[in-house]
């Protein structure tokens, strides 16, 4: 049979030297050359990576689907964390604003009023200070609040001066304005001493609880997106079954086996933070109009900002990983278990 | 190539499947394993493709001591042994093709490689114009010839095959038989467990014979001068 000779000859042309074959220690790993057996690990490696995406295209829907909740349980947590970072803009713009209101004693007079302001001007921490005397801040309230008739039947000025602290920029720290504070405080001239900032630091408060609120959302989805990957290569494993016995049995290392089901994982893993990316920008896309509508009321022309490029990448790279160790887990618990025999 | 020293089997609850077999197939060699079924015959070629460890005793592989090698090892030393299954153990989602080059792509062979020693290894079963068909699309015989080519196409030095006509009729199994002489011929070792004694007793080859987990017979071939 002329195969049978190409067959031998084939395996004598290994052994040119002539020496019985039996006797020769047969090394599987000193087969081919070294760049060749490169080549093919790569080469396996990237056939493992199609073969697994391949896969994936077999059954469109069940894929879709899978991918798609874990496009949502990625997508929770970033909208949430995209909207803080918002609110962050927003409130950093508010920061700046904090002043602080020096309420005069009522015996101080105007003259002594304006040296004081041109005082506290010179120091360092201030940047600016408004003098409002008594009448002017009688006129303005008159304007605003619509009781005009109603203050002009006062006898004589209620209103003390105010003199309107502006804190520098690099000052602009919850505790250096508590002690400017009450150095402004102790001075002679000074009724009282208000920081308008307690409700700054409220909003600090809830946005903390915000941001809080937001990782332990993202731990426990990301707990989810494992589950779910995990239970995806699970089936997957159990679907493949005889072939993972069959490949068990030819010499496959645990390597070889796990390999395309730890792509299969990653590709999840991809897929879903790419959904999670497209659904957060369609929602900011969504909540641009009304958001800008709302600013202009404020007179501000305030836009959403969305993920930016360092945020997607991270986006991405979580949901590699996420995907990646949850094929791991299924894939170290379930191939175990499968034995030929 | 597989010494077995007084190797006994014992399964969780149940008597022993193997005990205190000894034998030696030398390397080269071609032996038929036969026996009722229960004797032990699938439990001895799993005890020697480490698909089942021995309770007591000693196998040795190529004169290494495999009796209690560790689990990360034994991949490497099925790749030394090609295995040929009673019902074939096909991937029925791959090519024949693919099939065949199973063991090549796990040990990490090159494209080029594969394909050149797959389809000397389809050559050699006489299945090459079939290569892009399925398992399904054919019949027995030649999907044990697929399981053969995939066996062989490592080209390791020892062949073994339970019960590999036990699905097939007498002319094909006849056939298959010889398929594995031509192997031999060529310096392969083969064992074959087979309880088709008509057909053993055609062939000149060594007979090992067990018989309730013992090794009850050992008949060398006749030497013609």
Known sequence: ?341 | MIRFDNVGKRYAGAREALAGVSFHLEAGEMAFLTGHSGAGKSTLLKLIAMLERASYGQVFFNGQNITRIGKRRIPYLRREIGIIFQNYKLLNDRTVFDNVALPLVIAGFSYQEIRRRVRAALDKVGLLDKEKRYPVMLSGGEQQRVGVARAVVNKPPLLLADEPTGNLDPALSEEMMHLFEQFNQVGVTVLIASHDLDLISRMNHRVFTLGQGRMIADQRPVTVS
């Open chain 1, 1 to 341: 049979m002329r195969g049978v000779e190409r067959f031998a000859s084939a395996r004598r042309d290994r052994h040119g030297d002539g020496a019985p074959r039996r006797q020769e220690k047969r090394r599987p790993a000193a087969r081919g050359s070294l760049k060749g057996k490169g080549a093919a690990y790569v080469a396996g490696h990237m056939q493992a990576l199609l073969h697994s995406l391949g896969r994936m295209a077999q059954r469109p829907l069940s894929s879709a689907m899978t991918v798609a909740v874990i496009g949502i349980a990625l997508a929770l947590p970033t909208g949430l964390h995209v909207i803080l970072q918002n609110l962050q803009g927003v409130s950093a713009g508010w920061e700046n604003t904090a002043q602080m209101s020096l309420f005069l004693k009522q015996d101080v007079p105007q003259e002594a009023a304006e040296r004081l302001r041109a005082r506290l001007e010179g120091m360092t921490e201030i940047a600016e200070v408004v003098h409002i005397s008594p009448q002017q801040a009688l006129d303005e309230f008159r304007t605003t609040s619509g009781f005009g008739t109603a203050l002009d039947s006062l006898q004589e000025n209620p209103l003390p001066t105010v003199l309107v602290v502006q804190p520098r920029l690099e000052f602009n720290d919850p505790r250096l304005l508590q002690s400017l504070r009450e150095r402004m405080q102790a001075l002679p001239e000074v009724d009282m001493a208000q920081l308008d900032m307690e409700w700054i630091e409220r909003l600090f408060a809830i946005m903390e609880i915000g941001r809080r609120g937001v990782l332990i959302l993202g731990v426990l989805l990301s707990l989810a997106v494992l589950l779910i990957v995990g239970n995806t290569i699970r089936l997957a494993i159990q679907n493949r079954r005889e072939e993972i016995e069959v490949q068990k049995l030819i010499g496959a290392t645990d390597a070889f086996i796990r390999r395309p089901f730890l792509y299969n994982g990653f590709w999840h893993g991809l897929f879903g933070a790419m959904t999670a990316w497209l659904l957060v920008s369609i929602s900011m896309a969504l909540l641009n109009g009304p958001v800008s509508r709302l600013s202009l009321l404020y007179d501000s022309s305030r836009t959403l900002s969305g993920l930016g490029i360092a945020a997607s990448l991270s986006l991405l790279l979580a949901g590699i990983l996420l995907g990646l160790v949850g094929a791991w887990v299924a894939v170290g618990r379930n191939l175990r278990e499968i034995e030929p025999g």
